[in-house]
Each structure stands twice: as structure tokens, then as C-alpha cells.
């Protein structure tokens, strides 16, 4: 008996684990994102993105993610994002420099975002993103955008602080809490360029948190109505070691 209870245990543990969920504010929209923000081969995902929004676009870009990487880097992102929206067709469009905690707390900053209906994480370094954003204004503006039905997207660091678990280092030498939306999850952006020892020692690393591999060019979106995967590449499933299914871009599932 108590062999039969441990294995329904451990069924209903694998089946609960492997139900890749988004704990999301509002009716808003998560687009996780593996690699390629704002090169021409995401226009055919933001535009989608884009067109899910009711009201006129207001986007705002945050370069937060390089924020210690020096301010030529964090006005390239800026410019980078800016030009981008520009050229699909935004007409209300910016970037703010939040480039430090300090930032969070800033009223204008806070006030734009709060504005917004449609905020872009680009990457960087996910613990410096994490850090600055936590428990601020800031970010409660961000959430405040899913809340009234905006989309969120986030870009490598972008997104990976959306998983419960985030890699501290792209060795898989650690990992440190995350917001927590993507529910039992490890985000891993960039999956088709990681060489292979690598990603065996983060699988190995994660073997208790759902594995979820985005590869660049592609974007994982969560929505009210569902789940898709959208863009050139996939998004792999991984838990305990196993391969699970690789989802193609389009359709909900």
C-alpha cells in the first residue's frame, strides 16, 4: 500500500510539474521571448502582439537589463527599441533609462509605464534585472499593464525573470527566486545556441523545476485564451532529465 501511494504520489507530482502555467495579473498578455529583440526577424511576432491590443499602442522600451553594462550599452537598447516600434508602425513609442533601483522609485518613470500598454524587458543580465525591479514601483506599474490588459514582453534576461527558478549563471552554477508568473518553471532563452555540456549541466542543475527551452527568434505567449509559440524556432519541455515534447511556432496549446 504505501508503495502504490508513493507511486500515485509521484504521478500526480510529475503531472502537476509538467503543466506548463502562467499565473498572470489581469487578462493581460506574457510574450517570453529566446533571443533577437528587435532585429527584423521578430517583426512577424510583435506585430501580432500588437494586434491583440484594443486601444492605440503606447509601448515603452526598458534597457534595465544592461543597466550595469555602462550607459553607451543601455542608450544602444534604448535607440535599438525605439527605432524598431518606430519602424512596424508605432506612433507612441520611448525608453526610459531605469537603468538602476534608484530608477524604480522615480514618479516620471513610474507614471510612463503606468501609461503604457505594451512594455519591452530586453536582455542583459537577469540577476541585476531582478534586483532593480523586485518590490518597487516600478514593477508594480509593469504588472499594473497585464492587469488592464496589456502585453508584457521579455527578451533572454527579460525573460527569465518570469520563471519560478532563474539560472544565475549561464554555467548553471546556481539559481535565485523569480517573479514566479511562468508557475514551477526555469526559463531558458538562447536554447539553440547553448553548446551542450552546458545545457545538460542547467538540466541536471534544475531536475525539481520544469525546464523550458525558447530558442531565438521565437516567443512563448501566454494569453487568456491559451498558450502559443510563435516566431522562426521552438520551445522544448524538460523535467527530471527527459526531453518532452518541442512545441512549433503557431496554434494554441
Not at 550595469?68 to 519602424?87: A, H, L, N, T
Not at 519560478?164 to 538562447?190: K, M, W, Y
Amino acid at each position: 500500500m504505501r508503495q502504490y501511494l508513493a507511486l500515485l504520489l509521484n504521478l500526480w507530482f510529475t503531472e502537476y510539474m509538467l503543466d506548463l502555467k502562467a499565473n498572470l495579473p489581469g487578462k493581460g498578455i506574457l510574450a517570453l521571448v529566446g533571443a533577437g529583440e528587435y532585429l527584423p526577424e521578430m517583426e512577424v511576432v510583435d506585430t501580432y502582439l500588437l494586434h491583440l491590443l484594443t486601444e492605440p499602442v503606447r509601448v515603452v522600451c526598458l534597457p534595465t537589463a544592461a543597466g550595469s553594462e555602462g550607459q553607451k550599452r543601455v542608450q544602444y537598447w534604448m535607440d535599438k527599441g525605439v527605432e524598431y516600434f518606430q519602424r512596424i508602425g508605432v506612433k507612441q513609442v520611448q525608453a526610459l533609462p531605469l537603468t538602476h533601483r534608484n530608477d524604480a522609485f522615480h514618479a516620471p518613470f513610474v507614471e510612463q509605464l503606468q501609461r503604457a500598454n505594451f512594455v519591452y524587458l530586453s536582455g542583459g543580465k537577469p540577476a541585476y534585472l531582478y534586483q532593480t525591479l523586485v518590490n518597487t514601483p516600478a514593477w508594480d506599474a509593469i504588472q499594473g499593464v497585464m492587469q488592464k490588459g496589456g502585453v508584457v514582453a521579455g527578451c533572454s534576461a527579460g525573460a527569465m525573470i518570469f520563471g519560478e527558478r532563474v539560472l544565475a549563471s549561464p554555467a548553471g552554477t546556481g539559481t535565485f527566486q523569480g517573479f514566479g508568473f511562468v508557475q514551477n518553471a526555469c526559463i531558458i532563452p538562447h536554447y539553440d545556441e547553448i553548446p551542450r555540456l552546458m545545457l545538460e549541466s542547467a538540466a541536471a542543475l534544475l531536475r525539481r523545476w520544469l525546464f523550458v527551452g525558447i530558442e531565438g527568434f521565437t516567443a512563448l505567449i501566454f494569453t487568456p485564451q491559451g498558450r502559443c509559440v510563435r516566431g522562426k524556432g521552438k520551445v522544448e519541455l524538460r523535467f527530471a532529465g527527459e526531453r518532452l515534447p518541442r512545441f512549433e511556432r503557431d496554434g494554441f496549446w
